[in-house]
């Protein structure tokens, strides 16, 4: 990892330089409203998973041939863009988020691609949103508070079908996870992320890697009974 000369308590585990050289490979992905998304994120410092993870995102739910995502916590819908993309026609993805205005800004967004009509977007509590849709998933994605980290592991690694998927973001957390000394954004919540962390890898019933994209997405698969 590198550490990031303004802060030496954040760590970049690509170097910016291979991120910027990643970004400018992804040329093909270039659309009218991700640009829009993307420009509203660097204006009012808002988190999103960014291009080159997005294009993770995508890949990866086209790999298993996802057609039902359950997000945990989506913003505006970008990375809602992404599993639309992916999961077709026929596919569904269900978006929670708390805000409401963010869901506004959404079903323009994803109207405007021609993917609102693959997305069922919830305003409120993920937790009680999830709990409330029946069903397994093919994937599902997790980006809340990090400090419900651990407990949406919980909830979601029981409903994701065989060979499917448990996705997370920010299981880095700019590197906080991997020093001893750091300034937490919130209290507690690196400790969440490393506790959902070690859940994850150490539960006997998913094969587990880390992407050290960006901030860090965790991706875990049920393993099948063959």
Same mark, same amino acid.
């Given at each position: 990892?590198?550490?990031?000369?303004? #802060?030496?308590?954040?760590?970049?585990?690509?170097?910016?330089?291979?991120?910027?050289?990643?970004?400018?490979?992804?040329?093909? #992905?270039?659309?009218?409203?991700?640009?829009?998304?993307?420009?509203?994120?660097?204006?009012?410092?808002?988190?999103?998973?960014?291009?080159?993870?997005?294009?993770?995102?995508?890949?990866?739910?086209?790999?298993?041939?996802?057609? /039902?995502?359950?997000?945990?916590? #989506?913003?505006?819908?970008?990375?809602?863009?992404?599993?639309?993309?992916?999961?077709?026609?026929?596919?569904?993805? %269900?978006?929670? &988020?708390?805000?409401?205005?963010?869901?506004?800004?959404?079903?323009?967004?994803?109207?405007?691609?021609?993917?609102?009509?693959?997305?069922?977007?919830?305003?409120?509590?993920?937790?009680?949103?999830?709990?409330?849709? &029946?069903?397994?998933?093919?994937?599902?994605?997790?980006?809340?508070?990090?400090?419900?980290?651990?407990?949406?592991?919980?909830?979601?690694?029981?409903? %994701?079908?065989?060979?499917?998927?448990?996705?997370?973001?920010?299981?880095?957390?700019?590197? /906080?996870?991997?020093?001893?000394?750091?300034?937490?954004?919130?209290?507690?919540?690196?400790?969440?992320?490393?506790?959902?962390?070690?859940?994850?890898?150490?539960?006997?019933?998913?094969?587990?890697? %880390?992407?050290?994209?960006?901030?860090?997405?965790?991706?875990?698969?049920?393993?099948?009974?063959?």
């Amino acid at each position: 990892m590198t550490v990031n000369p303004k #802060s030496p308590n954040i760590l970049h585990p690509v170097h910016p330089a291979i991120e910027s050289y990643l970004r400018g490979l992804l040329s093909a #992905s270039d659309h009218a409203v991700l640009t829009e998304m993307e420009g509203l994120a660097e204006k009012n410092n808002f988190p999103i998973v960014g291009r080159s993870v997005g294009v993770f995102l995508e890949t990866t739910a086209k790999m298993i041939n996802a057609k /039902r995502v359950f997000e945990f916590g #989506s913003g505006y819908g970008y990375s809602a863009y992404w599993f639309a993309k992916a999961v077709g026609a026929t596919g569904q993805v %269900i978006c929670s &988020e708390a805000d409401l205005l963010n869901k506004n800004k959404a079903e323009a967004y994803l109207t405007e691609a021609g993917l609102w009509d693959r997305v069922d977007f919830h305003a409120g509590m993920a937790q009680d949103i999830f709990a409330q849709t &029946e069903g397994l998933f093919d994937i599902c994605y997790n980006d809340v508070d990090k400090g419900d980290y651990p407990d949406i592991w919980l909830m979601a690694k029981d409903r %994701i079908r065989a060979g499917g998927l448990y996705i997370a973001d920010n299981v880095l957390w700019r590197g /906080r996870v991997a020093v001893e000394k750091y300034t937490d954004v919130f209290q507690g919540w690196t400790e969440a992320i490393r506790k959902h962390n070690e859940l994850v890898f150490n539960d006997p019933d998913f094969d587990t890697f %880390i992407n050290p994209t960006r901030d860090g997405v965790i991706v875990a698969r049920r393993k099948t009974t063959d």
